[in-house]
């Protein structure tokens, strides 16, 4: 669990720095998907991961809106901020944690009952989803997209840390 959180905020980060080089229009323009816009689709990613987690340990969940986060280093300072919390709880997940139910109450008042394990695995692929939507967007605008690619980077206690691109 701990090895692919730690893989898409190693590719969050390299998306990071790509986007240093767009100008904020660029970062803000309407586009199809995500959340309509890169800087948006960012805020969106940070959120979920930190609002999920902070959920499983039963505290309030994030409800500020986009429109405070407009720029890359605001959305930066956010992702800092709740990574810490977030972190700390990935790195102290143990396999007692994984078969622990979450309840949610549904808009329409259905209550869904999900484990903690397939919590942690949503986040994982929602951000994965995300970038998936930024990729495009990088061709779209005629550059090269950030490599999604797991081997390469270091994650394994066996591997060396030569970036590969497919």
Same mark, same amino acid.
């Given at each position: 669990m701990q090895t692919f959180f730690r893989?898409?905020?190693?590719?969050?980060?390299?998306?990071?720095?790509?986007?240093?080089?767009?100008?904020?229009?660029?970062?803000l323009q309407n586009r199809?998907?995500?959340m309509g816009n890169i800087l948006h689709t960012f805020f969106h990613i940070v959120d979920v991961e930190w609002s999920w987690i902070r959920l499983l340990q039963g505290k309030t969940d994030f409800q500020e809106s986009f429109d405070?986060?407009?720029s890359? /280093?605001?959305?930066?300072?956010? /992702?800092?901020?709740?990574?810490?919390?977030?972190?700390?709880?990935?790195?102290?997940?143990d396999a007692s944690m994984e078969n622990q139910l979450f309840y949610d109450t549904l808009p329409d008042g259905r209550i869904v009952t999900d484990t903690w394990g397939e919590v942690m695995r949503h986040i994982i692929a929602h951000e994965i989803h995300h970038i998936g939507q930024l990729s495009i967007w990088a061709?779209?605008?005629?550059?090269?997209?950030v490599s999604a690619n797991f081997i390469g980077r270091g994650l394994s206690s066996h591997s060396k840390n030569n970036q590969i691109d497919i």
């Amino acid at each position: 669990m701990q090895t692919f959180f730690r893989y898409n905020w190693i590719v969050r980060e390299d998306w990071y720095r790509w986007c240093e080089e767009l100008s904020e229009e660029e970062l803000l323009q309407n586009r199809t998907g995500g959340m309509g816009n890169i800087l948006h689709t960012f805020f969106h990613i940070v959120d979920v991961e930190w609002s999920w987690i902070r959920l499983l340990q039963g505290k309030t969940d994030f409800q500020e809106s986009f429109d405070k986060y407009k720029s890359l /280093d605001k959305v930066r300072k956010l /992702d800092g901020e709740f990574h810490l919390e977030v972190e700390n709880f990935v790195n102290n997940w143990d396999a007692s944690m994984e078969n622990q139910l979450f309840y949610d109450t549904l808009p329409d008042g259905r209550i869904v009952t999900d484990t903690w394990g397939e919590v942690m695995r949503h986040i994982i692929a929602h951000e994965i989803h995300h970038i998936g939507q930024l990729s495009i967007w990088a061709r779209e605008l005629g550059r090269k997209p950030v490599s999604a690619n797991f081997i390469g980077r270091g994650l394994s206690s066996h591997s060396k840390n030569n970036q590969i691109d497919i």
